[in-house]
């Protein structure tokens, strides 16, 4: 089992639908977890910040973090054209800064 | 802002050559790394470094070396190119510190190995 699954789509919705994505993980030591955006030839960059279980919302971003499940999502709301883009979950043991797991990332497009 | 930026964008390079990337980043972060990002594969850690002179290997180090000279700057080094080689690689940096710091990546360079 790898130790970040996620499902690479690609995802195509029409522009306002809500959208959610996922990952799953193996290792329980995971407690920092990270969602990442990237654009068509650009690098990552940092989107969503939760440490442990619960909820985060910032905008029509909301992150949420099932540490029970090892399960892990991210819901843009009212999708906008500008959030297509492939989106990238990380998480690490000891916080953002240190190594970093990905999962392989998921391609996001909202249709006008 | 964090700026960290990558001396090429593209870069086509013959099996056998030496290959030099590199990165710099402006604000004055202790870590960096170097990721290569491959479809279906995502991105996978190759080397990183805490401080100056300073490496350690990631999951995928083999057919690479890195240098860090001074802090700004971590250097990837591909000591033969082969085709496997061909990828996107993406350097990222990041403060020492508490768990709320986290990686900026700068922009990628594509590299063809013909």
């Known amino acids: 089992q790898k130790e970040v699954e996620q499902d690479p789509g690609p995802l195509s919705v029409p522009e306002g639908a809500i959208v959610s994505l996922n990952c799953t993980y193996s290792n329980s030591a995971f407690q920092y977890f990270m969602w990442y955006r990237q654009y068509s030839r650009k690098g990552p960059e940092l989107l969503m910040y939760t440490y442990s279980s619960g909820n985060k919302e910032d905008g029509r971003f909301t992150a949420q973090v099932d540490k029970s499940s090892k399960y892990i999502s991210l819901f843009i709301r009212d999708s906008q054209p500008s959030d297509s883009a492939t989106y990238l979950c990380a998480m690490s043991p000891q916080g953002g800064s240190e190594k970093l797991v990905f999962g392989k990332g998921t391609k996001l497009t909202v249709n006008p | ?114």
């Open chain 2, 1 to 114: 802002d964090v700026k960290v930026t990558q001396s090429s964008r593209y870069l086509v390079k013959r099996t056998g050559e030496k290959v030099f990337l590199e990165c710099v980043q402006d604000m004055d972060h202790e870590n960096m790394f170097w990721y290569r990002q491959d479809p279906g594969l995502g991105l996978r850690l190759i080397y990183f470094s805490y401080d100056v002179k300073m490496k350690e290997k990631g999951d995928i180090p083999e057919g690479y070396s890195v240098s860090r000279e001074k802090k700004e700057r971590f250097s990837l080094i591909l000591e033969s190119a082969s085709t496997n080689q061909t990828s996107m690689y993406l350097c990222a940096s990041s403060r020492w510190g508490g768990p709320q710091e986290t990686q900026y990546f700068g922009p990628g360079t594509r590299l063809l190995v013909l």
